[in-house]
T-cell receptor, first 111, second 112 residues
Framework: QKEVEQDPGPLSVPEGAIVSLNCTYSNSAFQYFMWYRQYSRKGPELLMY????GNKEDGRFTAQVDKSSKYISLFIRDSQPSDSATYLC???????????FGTGTSLTVIP | DTEVTQTPKHLVMGMTNKKSLKCEQH?????MYWYKQKAKKPPELMFVYSYEKLSINESVPSRFSPECPNSSLLNLHLHALQPEDSALYLC???????????FGSGTQLSVL
């Protein structure tokens, strides 16, 4: 079983839709949870970072962590064509400098 | 400033060439990383430097040689690469608490 599971998609939605991206994990020691956006042939950009359980909101983006279910989500409201990218979840636990990535979900927002 | 700067952005090299990738950060992070990423795959860890010392080497072939001259700089020296080494090479940095990771824009490497 992989440490982190993420549906690779692809996911295609109309402009203005609410997008839900999800990851599940198996290691209950994970404490830090990250979402990255990656455009083709570019480095991943850190979108959201959360510690332990709960919600965090930043503009059109909301990250949720449910540690009891080992499940994290990223919601994108009012999706835009510029949101078309691959979204990677990542998680870690101290110490150790190891980060565990999902395989990425490819999202296309159609104008 | 949350920027990790990588140069060059693109690199084409022959199998007998020697080249170097460079990375710089000024966020005061004490952990710096090299990752390799193939198309449609997640980043794959190669090396980690913590406080300027190599702390993780993920059994990377010796044709890849990392160097950390100081706390802001990270290099990856390349020699006698194979075509299957063609990939996006990503530098990253983060606090030693392991709570988040910032990536550079990457070097797209092609080995002919």
């Amino acid at each position: 079983q992989k440490e982190v599971e993420q549906d690779p998609g692809p996911l295609s939605v109309p402009e203005g839709a609410i997008v839900s991206l999800n990851c599940t994990y198996s290691n209950s020691a994970f404490q830090y949870f990250m979402w990255y956006r990656q455009y083709s042939r570019k480095g991943p950009e850190l979108l959201m970072y959360t510690y332990s359980s709960g919600n965090k909101e930043d503009g059109r983006f909301t990250a949720q962590v449910d540690k009891s279910s080992k499940y994290i989500s990223l919601f994108i409201r009012d999706s835009q064509p510029s949101d078309s990218a691959t979204y990677l979840c990542a998680m870690s636990s101290p110490p150790g400098n190891q980060f565990y990535f999902g395989t990425g979900t490819s999202l296309t927002v159609i104008p | 400033d949350t920027e990790v700067t990588q140069t060059p952005k693109h690199l084409v090299m022959g199998m007998t060439n020697k080249k170097s990738l460079k990375c710089e950060q000024h966020m005061g992070h004490r952990a710096m990383y090299w990752y390799k990423q193939k198309a449609k795959k997640p980043p794959e860890l190669m090396f980690v430097y913590s406080y300027e010392k190599l702390s993780i080497n993920e059994s990377v072939p010796s044709r890849f040689s990392p160097e950390c001259p100081n706390s802001s700089l990270l290099n990856l020296h390349l020699h006698a690469l194979q075509p299957e080494d063609s990939a996006l090479y990503l530098c990253a940095s983060g606090p030693d608490s392991n709570e988040k990771l910032f990536f550079g824009s990457g070097t797209q490497l092609s080995v002919l």
